[in-house]
């Protein structure tokens, strides 16, 4: 299975402030049919994963326009800029270019 | 929009079966893969299975392959997991994920989830 690792797994950060997370695959997740199938899910204390960026870099709907991902390859970022109090939770990205899909362990943000 | 809920999660013993249940609502159901995927206590996410929108391709992660079986009711817009010789390991909250139509494995919305529990 393609092992993806991110860091750091704790983010401590100030309201206003920006956040950056980092996830590594083991192998390339450019599929044949040339997209990259790399998201991101936040998920909140208590509530269901809700994915926020979807093939590298589009967001879902509803989702904030300070939330954003780029990347490609095995290196990717989700950047969060003005943290708000909303978005407080654990951030897993997710490959879907090889079954099984696997997540990385998570990183949870929280503010100082 | 999208509503999926799960049910079926309890505490059973090693070795017996459970089987879960998915209820979608809000999109032409019948138009989507589906996948399981679970959550252990405290821990990441794990994939379980996946069904083609028509049923007639399935895949599953290794752990759960021989033990598991997911199926779907395209007429009552309805997802199973069938679990059949559990183990402690399998304690997680089961989540019933839509497959999008933005390309592979597009796990776009998820359920509440269910909790199962393997403890003797």
């Known amino acids: 299975d393609v092992v993806m690792t991110q860091s750091p797994l704790s983010l401590p950060v100030t309201l206003g402030q920006s956040a950056s997370i980092s996830c590594r695959s083991s192998?390339?997740?450019?599929?044949?049919?040339?997209?990259?199938?790399l998201n991101w899910f936040q998920q909140r204390p208590g509530q269901s994963p809700r994915r926020l960026i979807y093939k590298v870099s589009n967001r879902d709907s509803g989702v904030p326009d300070r939330f954003s991902g780029g990347g490609s390859g095995t290196e990717f970022t989700l950047k969060i800029s003005r943290v708000e109090a909303e978005d407080v939770g654990v951030y897993y990205c997710?490959?879907?270019?090889?079954?099984?899909?696997?997540f990385g362990q998570g990183t949870k943000v929280e503010i100082k | 929009q999208v509503h999926l809920v799960e049910s079926g999660g309890g505490v059973v013993q090693p070795g017996r079966s459970l089987r879960l249940s998915c209820a979608a609502s809000?999109?032409?159901?019948?138009?989507?893969?589906m996948h399981w995927v679970r959550q252990a206590p405290g821990n990441g996410l794990e994939s379980v299975a996946v069904v083609s929108h028509d049923g007639n391709e399935k895949y599953y992660a290794d752990s759960m392959k021989g033990r598991f079986t997911i199926s779907r009711d395209n007429s009552r817009n309805t997802l199973d997991l069938q679990m059949d010789s559990l183990k402690a390991e399998d304690t997680a909250l089961y989540y019933c994920?839509?497959?999008?139509?933005?390309?592979?494995?597009?796990?776009?919305?998820w359920g509440q989830g269910t909790l199962v529990t393997v403890s003797s």
């Open positions: 192998q390339n997740l450019v599929h044949s049919d040339g997209n990259t199938y």
């Open positions: 997710m490959q879907g270019a090889h079954w099984p899909p696997t």
């Open positions: 809000g999109f032409i159901f019948s138009r989507f893969g």
């Open positions: 994920v839509r497959d999008g139509q933005k390309g592979y494995n597009d796990l776009d919305f």
